[in-house]
């Protein structure tokens, strides 16, 4: 199936790699800038909470995080394990490009997390998608929130 067709279903389906096995599904919310997980999350909360953020004061709980990677120290998984054990964590994460960073704070949420897929999904994704995340399989699939 085609990109094509499954637009005409009202699905949009990106293809990528596994950073955490399983499925999630969920409404994605998207930001187009890097997140601080030290100092940039409000770990009891899941809300990002650093200045100047497109998404500050917003929750990532129980969304499909959908954001470009992480930026600032090594404490940053150690804020992303915090929300997973506080229940404030992205029900999934996908990132365009791979960085230690981002890989840690999937690993330690337990989140399905993908990256390198066959089409950008920060210009495919926006947020308020209904988003299923099939990591073991390496698919995303979109329903825009227009088509619901």
Same mark, same amino acid.
């Given at each position: ?53 497109? $998404?500050? @004061? %917003?929750?990532? *709980? ?8 992480? &930026?600032?120290?090594? /404490? ?8 997973? $054990?506080? @229940? %404030?964590?992205? *029900? ?8 230690? &960073?981002?890989?840690? /704070? ?43």
């Amino acid at each position: 199936m085609t990109n094509t067709d499954v637009r005409a279903n009202n699905k949009i389906v990106l293809r990528g790699r596994k950073v955490v096995g399983g499925v999630a599904e969920g409404e994605a919310l998207v930001t187009n800038d890097t997140i601080s997980g030290w100092g940039g999350i409000n770990e009891r909360e899941g809300t990002v909470i650093e200045r100047r953020h497109e $998404l500050r @004061g %917003v929750s990532f *709980k129980d969304k499909i995080l959908v954001f470009p990677g992480a &930026k600032g120290s090594s /404490g940053y998984s150690a804020y992303f394990h915090m929300t997973r $054990l506080n @229940g %404030v964590n992205p *029900k999934a994460m996908l990132f365009p490009k791979m960085t230690t &960073k981002a890989a840690l /704070g999937a690993v330690v949420t337990h989140a399905p997390s993908m990256t390198d897929f066959d089409q950008d999904p920060l210009k495919v994704i926006e947020t308020g998608d209904w988003v299923r995340v099939d990591a073991d399989n390496g698919i995303v699939e979109i329903t825009k929130k227009a088509a619901r």
